[in-house]
């Protein structure tokens, strides 16, 4: 980063004392970031062509969208395509779309977002381990209401090509990054938000290779069906 940085004086590399986690790294970006719109990468992924940026940009500015984004592949450590049409992810129409008609939480990096509409209503990363990036995107849209989107794919996850490893502060971090949003889904009255996430963290338990771990944190984490929502006892 700091080559590129020295080659090009619109870069500005940004380093941090200690490992702080994401959600730190991409405050202290939002905060010295000055210019028109803000895009978001993890460091083991990547745009599938050049001008995504580009297209993203002018969509934007032509639209005046606050949050405006495409579609995500996903794809292997060899850059080969593992599915096109990610649920959730992908867009079958070019328009403006009402969050409350989406209701997913998942892949904001596939979007824009205008820097200024971030700063007016603060919008951050809560300083956590796992889980921050749903919450920010959640409140981010809820806020703007509405966000542009297109068929076109934005950007390429990159799936399989590594193993991650929990222990239990990124355990809890998850769990409680959950327990807020579905608060914030019963609170605005976002039923299939809830419903879906609800289900998706119960695998994700599950899924956990401590059992001693994944038994302890079922037993803070139960959902009850009542009247197509939910309701937590904790």
Known sequence: ????????A????LHLHEKQGASVARNLGLERARAEFIAFMD????YPSVDVLEQLYSKA?????Q?????????DDASRVIKWKVPGQ???????????EYQYEGGFYRFLYRRVFLEVHQLRFPPRLRFEDPLFFVQAMLT???FYAMPFISYAYRKGHKCDTWGAKEAQDHVQGVRELLKLS???RLESLGMTKSTVVMNQILSIRNMTLSVKLLKKFCFINSDRMYSQKW
């Open 43 to 46: 460091s083991d992924d990547r």
């Open 67 to 75: 949050i405006c984004g495409g579609s995500l592949i996903l794809m």
């Open 186 to 188: 019963r609170e605005r």
């Open 144 to 146: 703007a209401g509405s």
């Open 90 to 100: 992908f867009f079958e129409e070019e328009r403006f779309y009402n969050y409350r």
């Open 10 to 13: 619109r870069i500005k590399v």
């Open 61 to 65: 500015r032509a639209t005046g969208a």
């Open 1 to 8: 980063a700091d080559s590129y940085a020295a080659r090009d």
